[in-house]
């Protein structure tokens, strides 16, 4: 057992593909959180919530123990469930060396509008009562956006911030667990994250540290993602859970895959241009991405990526023709915000890009920037924290980023964002 983890960090060291040339200050150590009932093995745990179509929830839990047919209850009432839905499920191996427990999957709707529902997995006859809230139906739209948290003390400081804000749907644009191949930390990343989770829906992306394919070892990337946080590209026309879109009360949102085919001609492209073809801005007059890798990033980590360099030169002008308004990214372990670009250059009908790749993981913060900063970026700083999006109505949002300032939550950027429909030059 101890030969084959030596090697598999060795072979992780080699194809992680991290860019180590650039300082990172000390980090907080990583939190281990053991199962909340050993005794239980159909006891839930790990609960995420997720969006499908406009009034659907996707509940999912994992138990150590199969369950024959899984089940959701959930209704209107703390103790009264007058809805029920069965779970499909699933498992994977890893290695030959992990095992991971039943994970269930059940769509529960159709479901009202700014409502709170309480819900039990696996059946009435469960103890844990979990609740959620689902999105309005009408403006102001709240988002929560954190990129790269991993499992330590500092990704559990920005769930705490993050869960005091009364948001509506969060927003994770990839490197979620930082399990890198040890899929016991994907346990303890879902441990980490339910009491959030379990109450606001979580739409993620991919990042590099979700592919976990090792040559010769484990050829298929992204089992445990694909296994775990299954989102809703069916429902939007995507044969990848790696990319697909959504609606959320006049938002649509495009979740970009940086580490699967982004070429002209490749399954994403096409994927893409049909989905922005496909939106109606008088139902959804805001148009946002999220992508793991940002096409633009003046700090000195992760320069020259192809899946940012090579992504950006595909994609960026179909985004840039449908008015896409913000486009949302990670990986770099810091905060950036540019001005509207296209092209490298300043557009006022281009998106908004900022780069918010600083949840809290174990590697630290890239804190080395180009100087002198370029006329297309606004602010930058190399800290942990999350960002909240607030669209107000059609034309307006309010956007800021909140820093975790030793556990004090400190806003350290703000500012009010036109929607590109308001801008009568930029209407296609």
């Avoid at 199962?35 to 969006?51: G, K, R, W, Y």
């Avoid at 959620?132 to 330590?152: E, H, M, N, R």
């Avoid at 840039?320 to 308004?325: G, N, S």
Wanted: aromatic share 12%; net charge negative; glycine share 6%.
């Amino acid at each position: 057992m101890v030969k084959v983890w030596g090697l598999v960090a060795i072979l992780l060291f080699v194809f992680a593909g991290n860019v180590l040339s650039y300082d990172r200050p000390a980090t907080r150590k990583n939190i281990v959180i053991h199962p909340s009932n050993n005794d239980a093995p159909t006891f839930p745990e790990q609960v995420h919530i997720s969006l499908v179509g406009l009034d659907k929830m996707r509940i999912s839990w994992i138990t150590t123990k199969s369950l024959i047919m899984p089940t959701v209850v959930y209704g209107t009432e703390s103790g009264k469930y007058e809805g029920s839905a069965n779970a499909t499920t699933t498992s994977y191996h890893y290695l030959l060396i992990y095992q991971s427990g039943q994970i269930n999957d059940a769509v529960i709707g159709p479901l009202k509008p700014n409502t709170v529902y309480y819900y039990k997995c696996g059946g009435p006859d469960m103890t844990q009562e979990f609740s959620f809230k689902t999105p309005p139906s009408q403006f102001p739209i709240k988002f929560a956006v954190s990129g790269d948290l991993g499992t330590t003390e500092w990704t559990k400081s920005t769930l705490e911030h993050v869960s005091k804000w009364d948001h509506d749907v969060f927003i994770l644009p990839g490197d979620l667990s930082y399990a890198n191949t040890l899929q016991p930390v994907w346990d303890i990343f879902g441990r980490m994250v339910q009491p959030l989770a379990s109450q606001r829906p979580w739409m993620v992306t991919h990042g590099n540290h979700e592919v976990e394919n090792i040559p010769l070892f484990h050829s298929t990337p992204f089992t445990a993602y694909n296994s775990r946080w299954r989102m809703p590209y069916e429902e939007s026309g995507s044969t990848s859970n790696l990319y697909y879109s959504f609606n959320v009360f006049g938002v649509h949102i495009i979740m970009l895959g940086s580490y699967t085919d982004f070429e002209p001609g490749s399954d994403q492209y096409q994927w893409l241009e049909n989905d922005l073809k496909k939106v109606d801005r008088k139902t959804t007059p805001w148009l946002m991405a999220v992508v793991h890798a940002p096409w633009y990033n003046t700090n000195e980590a992760h320069q020259g990526e192809k899946e940012s360099v090579d992504m950006k030169k595909s994609m960026e002008t179909l985004l840039y023709k449908a008015r896409v308004d913000v486009v949302f990214a990670g990986h770099v372990h810091a905060y950036e915000r540019f001005n509207r670009v296209y092209q490298d250059k300043l557009d006022k009908c281009g998106p908004v890009y900022i780069n918010i790749g600083d949840g809290g993981n174990l590697e630290g913060l890239a804190t080395r920037y180009e100087n002198p900063s370029p006329e297309i970026s606004l602010f930058r700083e190399a800290n942990f924290g999350h960002g909240q999006l607030v669209v107000e109505n059609a034309t307006h949002a309010h956007w800021a980023f909140q820093r975790n300032d030793d556990d004090v939550l400190v806003q350290r950027d703000s500012v009010w964002l036109t929607s590109l429909l308001a801008d009568s030059s930029c209407r296609i």
